[in-house]
């Protein structure tokens, strides 16, 4: 990445009526481009939350030492997408059963996690879950937890996918056919 890309990219607005739904599902280069697709969303954030380390870089993330996960910052309209509808497309989109990894993607920067904002969010998400493990049949490892400072990842992270799907071979691999899958565009 060049000088630029490795610099932050800046806090998402939050307009007037809208809400934050914060995910982490794995890698977020795998989790931005669903969100991206759904109605409603104004704007998904690559970042990091749930750690110690103030503004972490991506290296320190993958030294597994801040605490954070790689996670969605999704600005969204609750009128057009309800924060119901984003947590079921949390479950549909990775596999919530494993424990601090998702697929070759391993350590706890990759855990599955749910931050919520308020306690209404908190419920939704609760009783989602519980009604999710019917479709596993392994425990969902899925924490969900009240959001902490949310940190935008370097702006080189943000619409990776976008960016980069005819060029690297990871999105090719495991990207794209996970948005084909999910019977989203790739």
Request: net charge positive; aromatic share 10%; with cysteine.
């Amino acid at each position: 990445m060049s000088e630029e890309q490795m610099k932050p990219a800046a806090m998402p607005e939050v307009p007037a009526g809208h809400e934050v739904a914060i995910f982490g599902a794995g890698c977020f280069w795998c989790v931005e481009p669903v969100f991206e697709q759904q109605a409603g969303v104004k704007s998904v954030v690559s970042g990091y939350t749930g750690g110690h380390t103030k503004n972490p870089s991506y290296a320190e993330i993958c030294s597994k030492t801040t605490g954070h996960a790689e996670v969605v910052h999704v600005v969204f309209d609750p009128k057009v997408i309800s924060y119901a509808k984003l947590v079921d497309w949390f479950w549909k989109l990775h596999d919530p059963t494993q424990v601090n990894r998702q697929g070759n993607d391993i350590g706890p920067q990759y855990r599955s996690c749910i931050f919520y904002t308020n306690e209404a969010q908190k419920k939704t998400a609760s009783a989602s879950k519980a009604k999710a493990q019917e479709k596993f049949n392994r425990p969902i490892a899925t924490e969900i937890t009240a959001a902490s400072t949310f940190y935008p990842a370097e702006i080189g992270h943000q619409d990776y996918y976008k960016l980069n799907k005819n060029r690297n071979p990871y999105c090719r691999a495991i990207i794209t056919p996970k948005l084909k899958k999910l019977e989203l565009d790739h």
